[in-house]
C-alpha cells in the first residue's frame, strides 16, 4: 500500500525529470573535466542519448534503477506484490522493450552505446569516465587499423 496520498504521489512523479538528472550531471562534469566535448539529450539520435560523443559516434545513457529496471528478476515479484503493481511492471517491461530497440537501432546506425546505472556513476564515477575512455581508444584503434588495411 502507497504511504502517500494520491496527491502527494502526482506531485512527486511530477517532479521526476527526464534530463539535466543528478547522474547526468555529475558524468557530464566528470567528462568536460577530462577534456571530452559533448552533446547532450541529442534529439537527432534515437532514444535522444544523455550524452553523445559525436566524434567517436558514442551514445551514452544514464538509467535509473527502477525505470529501467535493474535487477528485474528480483523487482519484478516485488512489484507483483505492491499496490498498483501492475501498472509498474507494465511500464518498466515496455522501458525495458524500449531501452532494448533503442539500442539495436543506434547500433544498426553505427553507433557505439553505452548505458549506465545511476547508483553506478554516482558511487563509480571514475570508473564509468574509465569505460568511456577504453571505448574511445577501442574506436580509435579498429580507425587506425581500416586505415592500415586500406593501404595494403
Given amino acids: ?19 539535466d538528472t543528478k547522474i547526468e550531471i555529475i ?3 566528470a567528462l568536460w573535466e577530462k577534456g571530452y566535448r559533448y552533446r547532450k539529450n541529442y534529439d537527432k539520435l534515437p ?3 544523455d550524452i553523445v560523443l559525436i566524434k567517436y559516434k558514442i551514445a551514452i545513457f544514464c538509467d535509473g534503477e527502477f525505470f529501467h529496471g535493474k535487477d528485474w528478476e528480483v523487482l519484478k515479484p516485488k512489484l507483483e506484490k505492491s499496490n498498483n503493481g501492475q501498472f509498474w511492471i507494465s511500464k518498466i517491461s515496455r ?3 524500449r531501452d532494448d530497440e533503442i539500442n ?8 557505439t552505446v553505452i548505458r549506465f546505472w545511476g547508483d553506478e556513476i554516482k558511487r563509480h564515477t571514475d570508473e564509468c569516465v574509465k569505460v568511456i575512455e577504453e571505448t574511445i581508444f577501442n574506436i580509435q584503434m579498429n580507425d587506425m587499423d581500416m586505415q592500415y588495411s586500406n593501404i595494403e
Fill in 1 to 19: 500500500m502507497d504511504v502517500l496520498t494520491k496527491e502527494q504521489r502526482r506531485k512527486n512523479m511530477q517532479h521526476i525529470k527526464a534530463k
Fill in 27 to 29: 558524468l557530464r562534469k
Fill in 47 to 49: 532514444g535522444k542519448p
Fill in 95 to 97: 522501458n525495458r522493450e
Fill in 104 to 111: 539495436k537501432n543506434l547500433l544498426f546506425e553505427g553507433w
